[in-house]
Structures are given as structure tokens and as C-alpha cells.
């Protein structure tokens, strides 16, 4: 490992969690994802080629970590982060604030499939360009602006349409 | 582009590069013109530029790096990742944590008088929530219950600035066994919430007769819980609800 290498890993962990939460909606599963992918972005550096980018290449490495872990557990839709039960209200009350929540952006984007979720993240939250995310995600552009616009319309909706945009997932009305 | 915008409909695809500042300034101004003059284009061009703006920013929060990731990677000395450090890497995986935790647990349970008396504290409601209520503390606003482990749940009551310039929370667990018991909890400088004071845990009924005591008006210092006295001790001042909604969305990251 370079230090050139480890330095440009270390500037890029803030971008990376960022990421790994919006696409676990869970800061310690995320704070997991993050460790997981330094780990193998580590013992694999000499995959990394010199020139290329190296925040698709850890952003792909995280995706894929974490889409092996959703094959595997199956949790999509299942898991329930305790701080958005919480902001739901266990006692009716409602929270009112200009600025979105996290909790709130979590509990809309879990709510999506796994493939739009990673291109918002990558596209919405970090400003990656569409034909960087496809490059990462290996879908053609097309697909990538069609999934991100239709994802896009859907997250505005759970979040500024429904009458109860703070249900989490997992809860009854 | 070979036609002009304005001979083809404007599609949802061009109306989120246009958010996306993707387009070329021609476009660009055509797309402006078009929106100014159509509320129903405006409209349809909303959810994209919600995302692109409210929706990222409410991840600022997470820029911000917790201990656990400030040091994940090791000192290096120009070297390719030696077998330690992979090694140590490995055993910071949370799998292989759990998985080592698990064969830790099963050698102590399985010890004969030492196994017993481990057992006895595990085996209590407050054994083993540690973590969680560290979550519980971090993440949730007054008035509400997080859920922990083995069937206990959280009910936060308040928070305040103590006078030792931390964040401090009040809360009251209840154990599956339908007993309560009142803590308080206090966050230091390193982001570790360390519980101060915390009762043995009663029936509800005796802890709703402890929680009116928890009220200063008509009751004597002398009948008043070690948390309450606790707190009046260390009391700087009570956090607002939109102060604590403030420092829950911005982890504690502003001192009293």
C-alpha cells in the first residue's frame, strides 16, 4: 500500500460512509460496510489501476459488498433502524422541521429497490455524473436515467406527498 | 441537438438533467423558458430537484467520522498491507467479531463457579444493552422508546446541559419482566454515553409512585430519587425540543 494510496482512502471514508448509510439506512451497518470495503479495497490495492478513479472503485467495491449481503440475508424491507421508529412517534406526536431528517430520507429510501437506491446515492447524494454511475453499477446510461428519474418521482413522493411520510417500514398504519 | 427542444415534448429524463446541471446552456435556457411558462412542467420538475438538493443534504450528518473509522486504516510505511495488518483488518470485520464474541460467550457460560456467576449477569436485563442504549441515547428524542435487547425497551424523558459542560439524558428502562428502572446517562468528549446513576429496577407501580416524585413541586429533598437529586445537582439548563431534535440530527456534536 502507497502512501499516496492511503491517503487518498482516508480523504475518501467521509464520502464512503455517506454513501454506505444511504444505502444501509443504518449508521452501524453502515460504519460496517465502510470497515468491509477499506478491508478489501486494502488487500486488493494492487487491483487499482493508477490514472483511474479511485472513488468508483471503492464505491463499487462497497455496492457490491453490500448487494452480496442483501442476496444474502434477504433483509430488504425487513429491518427497521431504531432511530426511525423512533422520529415515527411512539406516542403520536408529530415532528415538524424544515430540514429532512435523516431518519426520514432513510425510512423513504429503504422503501426502494436495491439498483435505484445506489444510483441515488451515487448520483443524488454524492453528484457522481450518469455515466460514472453506470460505469460503476455496469448499467447502460439509458437504464441508469430511466431507474434514477423513476426513483427520484418515488422518493419526493414518500417524502413531500403521502399524508404519512414518517411510517417506517415494518410499521402498521 | 439537431431540432429545437421546444418541438418535442420536455421528458422527465431532460427535466432531471436540468436539475442536474447535465445540459448544455442552450438546453439549458430552453428548458428554463419552458418551465417558467408551464406550472404543470414546473411540477414534474420538482421531485428532481428535491432530491438533488433537501435530500443529500439531510446526509451531511453522516461526513462526520466516528471513532471506530478514524483509525481504520493502519500506520503504513510505504509498504504493500503486511500479514498482521491484514490479520488485524480480519478481526475488525463485525462477522468475524460476532463470530469470536459467540466462541468467547459459549467457553464462559460452559465455566463452573465462575460460569455461574457470569451467567447470573448475563443472564440480567441490564447485562448485555450496553450498546443499545448508547443507540437509545444517541438517537432518540425525548418522549419516545427504543426498542433494545432481550425485550427492554428505552423511554427517554429528557435532556439537559449539565454544569460539567457535557449533554446529559434522563431515561427509564423497561425490562421484559415489566420492571422500570430511572437512569441517567451523560455524554463525554469521546462520544461515549456513561450511565451516572441508574435505580434497581421496581415494579411499575412502585416506579410511577418514584416517578411523581421525580416532580419538584410538593415533594421534600428527602423522599426524592437519587437520579432526580442527581440531576439538580449537575443541572446547567434544560435542552428545548428543537435544540434536542438539533443535537440528535448533528450527533451531539455542540458542546453545552
Redesign the interface.
Known amino acids: 500500500m502507497t502512501d499516496e494510496f492511503r491517503s487518498r482512502l482516508l480523504q475518501l471514508i467521509p464520502r464512503l460512509r455517506r454513501f454506505a448509510v444511504a444505502l444501509t439506512g443504518d449508521l452501524d451497518q453502515a460504519d460496517d460496510l465502510v470497515q468491509e470495503t477499506c478491508a478489501r479495497a486494502l488487500s486488493r490495492n494492487t487491483q487499482w489501476q493508477q490514472g483511474t478513479r479511485l472513488d468508483s472503485w471503492m464505491y463499487r467495491i462497497a455496492q457490491n459488498i453490500w448487494l452480496d449481503q442483501l442476496r444474502a440475508k434477504k433483509v430488504r424491507g425487513d429491518h427497521v433502524d431504531l432511530a426511525m421508529t423512533d422520529i415515527s412517534g411512539t406516542d403520536g406526536r408529530t415532528i415538524v422541521e424544515h430540514r429532512l431528517s435523516l431518519a426520514d430520507v432513510n425510512t423513504a429510501m429503504t422503501r426502494l429497490p436495491a439498483d435505484q437506491r445506489v444510483l441515488v446515492a451515487l448520483v443524488c447524494i454524492d453528484g457522481i455524473s450518469y455515466s460514472e454511475a453506470a460505469a460503476i453499477t455496469g448499467v447502460p446510461i439509458g437504464t441508469v436515467m430511466s431507474r434514477l428519474a423513476r426513483a427520484r418521482r418515488q422518493l419526493h413522493t414518500y417524502l413531500e406527498g403521502e399524508a404519512t411520510p414518517r411510517l417506517a417500514i415494518g410499521m402498521k398504519p | 441537438m439537431s431540432e429545437p427542444l421546444t418541438a418535442h415534448p420536455i421528458s422527465?429524463?431532460m427535466l432531471?438533467?436540468f436539475a442536474?446541471d447535465?445540459l448544455s446552456p442552450v438546453e439549458r435556457a430552453l428548458v428554463a423558458a419552458a418551465v417558467a411558462g408551464d406550472p404543470e412542467l414546473a411540477k414534474r420538475l420538482?421531485?428532481?430537484r428535491?432530491?438533488?438538493d433537501?435530500?443529500?443534504?439531510?446526509?451531511d450528518?453522516?461526513?462526520?467520522?466516528?471513532e471506530?473509522?478514524s483509525n481504520?486504516?493502519p500506520p503504513?510505511h510505504?509498504?504493500?498491507?503486511s500479514g498482521p495488518?491484514?490479520l488485524m483488518?480480519?478481526l475488525?470485520?463485525?462477522d468475524i467479531r460476532r463470530g469470536l464474541l459467540g466462541m468467547a460467550l459459549l467457553i464462559l457460560v460452559t465455566g463452573a463457579v465462575g460460569g455461574w456467576l457470569l451467567r447470573d449477569r448475563l443472564g440480567s436485563d441490564e447485562a448485555g444493552a450496553t450498546a443499545?442504549m448508547q443507540?437509545?441515547l444517541e438517537?432518540?428524542?425525548s418522549?419516545?422508546?427504543?426498542?433494545l435487547d432481550n425485550g427492554t425497551s428505552m423511554k427517554l424523558t429528557s435532556t439537559f446541559a449539565s454544569i460539567h459542560k457535557q449533554w446529559c439524558r434522563e431515561y427509564v428502562v423497561l425490562y421484559a419482566n415489566s420492571t422500570q428502572a430511572a437512569g441517567l446517562a451523560c455524554r463525554g468528549a469521546n462520544g461515549i454515553w456513561k450511565v451516572e446513576v441508574q435505580q434497581d429496577p421496581v415494579s411499575p407501580a412502585r416506579s410511577s409512585r418514584q416517578t411523581r416524585q421525580y416532580e419538584p413541586a410538593g415533594e421534600g429533598p428527602s423522599e426524592r430519587q437519587p437520579v432526580a437529586d442527581y440531576r439538580d445537582r449537575i443541572l446547567q439548563a434544560d435542552a428545548s425540543q428543537q435544540d434536542e431534535?438539533l443535537l440528535?440530527?448533528q450527533r451531539w456534536n455542540r458542546r453545552p
Not at chain 2, 54 to 59: D, F, T
Not at chain 2, 61 to 66: F, G, Q, R, Y
Not at chain 2, 78 to 81: D, L, Q, V, W
Open positions: 422527465d429524463e432531471m438533467r442536474d447535465d420538482e421531485p428532481f428535491f432530491t438533488r433537501r435530500l443529500a443534504r439531510a446526509y450528518v453522516t461526513l462526520e467520522i466516528p471506530r473509522l481504520v486504516l503504513t510505504g509498504a504493500t498491507p495488518i491484514l483488518l480480519f475488525r470485520r463485525p443499545a443507540r437509545a438517537e432518540t428524542p418522549h419516545s422508546t427504543a426498542r431534535q440528535i440530527a
